[in-house]
């Protein structure tokens, strides 16, 4: 048996460090577009485009957490934020006591409306603008396939919106 790793070739470490560099600068670059238009987080963000994009622009918290793939502890948190802020507001599930409702408010989907050109344009510019469309429809699906490998299916599997 053979408990030596399989380390990674000189190509894939040029690799594996230019996809951390570029992730980090991204989010980096995106926080800082966010912070200054609209005072939040990327993260934020993405909780508020999600539930403008939902019926009745309302979602359970577990299924919020499960798309934002945080742990049900950050959701709260960053809910809790919103909230204070008065851009969304929580309701109890009548179908199960133990749920909750997180619903996007007037002012928190007005908020989205005059964020989303700034965002879209910082998103487009580091990203889209650099890549041809060949590159645009790789990186999709390299990342499809990443992220489907790391969403195991199994009861148990061990996620963040699970924790």
Avoid at 102 to 120: F, K, N, Q, S
Avoid at 136 to 163: N, T, Y
Wanted: net charge positive; hydrophobic share 35%; with cysteine.
């Amino acid at each position: 048996m053979n408990d030596e790793p399989r380390w990674l070739t000189v190509e894939e470490q040029l690799v594996w460090r230019s996809y951390i560099e570029a992730a980090t600068l991204l989010e980096d670059h995106l926080d800082r577009q966010l912070q200054r238009d609209a005072g939040m987080p990327h993260v934020y963000y993405g909780l508020l485009v999600k539930l403008a994009e939902s019926p009745r622009r309302r979602l359970r918290m577990t299924e919020l957490a499960k798309y934002a793939k945080i742990t049900r502890s950050r959701l709260s948190h960053a809910v809790a934020r919103l909230e204070k802020n008065g851009w969304v507001r929580r309701e109890d599930c009548p179908s199960d006591k133990r749920g909750q409702f997180t619903i996007l408010t007037d002012e928190g989907y007005e908020v989205l409306r005059r964020t989303a050109p700034g965002h879209v344009n910082a998103v487009r510019q580091a990203v889209f603008d650099r890549l041809t469309p060949e590159q645009q429809k790789s990186l999709g699906e390299i990342m499809r396939i990443v992220a489907e490998g790391l969403q195991p299916s199994e009861a148990g599997a061990d996620l963040p919106w699970l924790r």
